[in-house]
T-cell receptor, first 108, second 112 residues
Framework: DAKTTKPNSMESNEEEPVHLPCNHS???????IHWYRQLPSQGPEYVIH???SNVNNRMASLAIAEDRKSSTLILHRATLRDAAVYYC?????????FGPGTSLSVIP | DVKVTQSSRYLVKRTGEKVFLECVQD?????MFWYRQDPGLGLRLIYF???????EKGDIPEGYSVSREKKERFSLILESASTNQTSMYLC???????????FGEGSWLTVV
């Protein structure tokens, strides 16, 4: 199974950019890189995904390394609502594996 | 809006009871998943299904079974609930390879 590794926790000041890293050295050529986040007492929600090129949407940006062995989720201006657990996952086939995630704290 | 609906948000069951957790999605997705989530352990995959009547074991299938008789519905069954199955259970669905996964709100199960 393709696995990802990331820090257990991170902290950011409100309105500053946040870079959440993820390593996925065993990624295969057909794996997509997805990011989800989970607010307290809720199911995870989709943030962004990509295959090879960097991606932007209204929530975040995803920077993918040229060799695809790592990626970074970028929140351009952290808000208190961005405090959540963030998951970086790969989709090898139909099975989707989540790890413990990165807990992001946002300081007012 | 796309929707994954889990039938019960909070349940309390007794040890040894048979428990059904129901999940319905309205997006015509082929893939459906059941996870459990415990503090510090992230989401662990119990079972998944990629088609009607098809199922595959995830990382922690012991003590659970699943049923998928219709495309939109995926049920998780605890044949004989035990206290170590007290957890939050999440259902999810997706279309094949690379597409977004949609989660339900979660079902909090307490086994006493």
């Amino acid at each position: 199974d393709a696995k990802t590794t990331k820090p257990n926790s991170m902290e950011s000041n409100e309105e500053e950019p946040v870079h959440l890293p993820c390593n996925h050295s065993t990624i295969s050529g057909t794996d997509y890189i997805h990011w989800y986040r989970q607010l307290p007492s809720q199911g995870p929600e989709y943030v962004i995904h990509g295959l090879t090129s960097n991606v932007n949407n209204r929530m975040a940006s995803l920077a993918i390394a040229e060799d695809r062995k790592s990626s970074t989720l970028i929140l351009h201006r952290a808000t208190l609502r961005d405090a959540a657990v963030y998951y970086c996952i790969l989709t090898p086939g139909d099975k989707v594996i989540f790890g413990p995630g990165t807990s992001l704290s946002v300081i007012p | 809006d796309v929707k994954v609906t889990q039938s019960s948000r909070y349940l309390v069951k007794r040890t040894g009871e048979k428990v059904f957790l129901e999940c319905v999605q309205d997006m015509d997705h082929e893939n459906m998943f059941w996870y459990r989530q415990d503090p510090g352990l992230g989401l662990r995959l119990i079972y998944f299904s990629y088609d009607v009547k098809m199922k595959e074991k995830g990382d922690i299938p012991e003590g659970y079974s699943v049923s998928r008789e219709k495309k939109e519905r995926f049920s998780l069954i605890l044949e004989s609930a035990s206290t170590n199955q007290t957890s939050m259970y999440l259902c999810a669905s997706s279309s094949p390879l690379g597409n977004t996964i949609y989660f339900g709100e979660g079902s909090w199960l307490t086994v006493v």
